[in-house]
T-cell receptor, first 110, second 111 residues
Framework: ETGVTQTPRHLVMGMTNKKSLKCEQH?????MYWYKQSAKKPLELMFV???????ENNSVPSRFSPECPNSSHLFLHLHTLQPEDSALYLC?????????FGPGTRLTVT | SQQGEEDPQALSIQEGENATMNCSYK?????LQWYRQNSGRGLVHLIL?????REKHSGRLRVTLDTSKKSSSLLITASRAADTASYFC???????????FGRGTSLIVHP
């Protein structure tokens, strides 16, 4: 247990659906991150939030929409996804150096 | 930021043996981190080494950093079946601790 929780753990959605991934950290960290992990690829940083403000968006398609209402919560809103978006989506938080990861949401787009 | 490349991609050893994984990178860094990931789970931070450090230890883990060769190694001594996981190096540069991850080394430790 790292202090970072993610829900749901598994999600299957059609290409026309809208769904949201949720991340919560109980560590008092000021930064939160979304990563995408696909098979055979390095972990891809998607978004970074510092003190609720988005500081990085690594050219992520607009069908992924992040939301950070406070320093403890982070959402990833999904709509009109493609099958190639199927992956493990990981949330992480940090205070200064090392990152603490949640268990991930395994997303399958059909 | 640029990613490290781990070598080998896969490593299979017997319990009790040592496991060594290497990471090479291309441009200057100010820190390098190693993470472990059990299958389908989140990553767990193992150790951070800064560019002015050459070696760090944590339990059965030993990490070295050679900035002249732009490489790092992770040594796990007396491996256990529970060490079976993927291991990633992640580099940080320009004052940033936001890591850029490599593809990882898949380690299997046979009981």
């Amino acid at each position: 247990e790292t202090g970072v929780t993610q829900t749901p753990r598994h999600l299957v959605m059609g290409m026309t659906n809208k769904k949201s991934l949720k991340c919560e950290q109980h560590l008092g960290h000021n930064a939160m991150y979304w990563y995408k992990q696909s098979a055979k690829k390095p972990l891809e940083l998607m978004f970074v939030y510092n003190f609720k403000e988005q500081t990085e968006n690594n050219s992520v398609p607009s069908r992924f929409s992040p939301e950070c209402p406070n320093s403890s919560h982070l959402f990833l809103h999904l709509h009109t996804l493609q099958p190639e978006d199927s992956a493990l989506y990981l949330c992480a938080s940090s205070q200064a150096t090392e990152q603490y990861f949640g268990p991930g949401t395994r997303l399958t787009v059909t | 930021s640029q990613q490290g490349e781990e070598d080998p991609q896969a490593l299979s050893i017997q319990e009790g043996e040592n496991a060594t994984m290497n990471c090479s990178y291309k441009t200057s860094i100010n820190n390098l981190q190693w993470y472990r990931q059990n299958s389908g789970r989140g990553l767990v931070h193992l150790i951070l080494i800064r560019s002015n450090e050459r070696e760090k230890h944590s339990g059965r883990l030993r990490v070295t950093l050679d900035t002249s060769k732009k490489s790092s190694s992770l040594l796990i001594t007396a491996s256990r079946a529970a060490d079976t996981a993927s291991y990633f190096c992640a580099t940080g540069s320009g004052g940033s601790y936001i890591p850029t991850f490599g593809r990882g080394t898949s380690l299997i430790v046979h009981p």
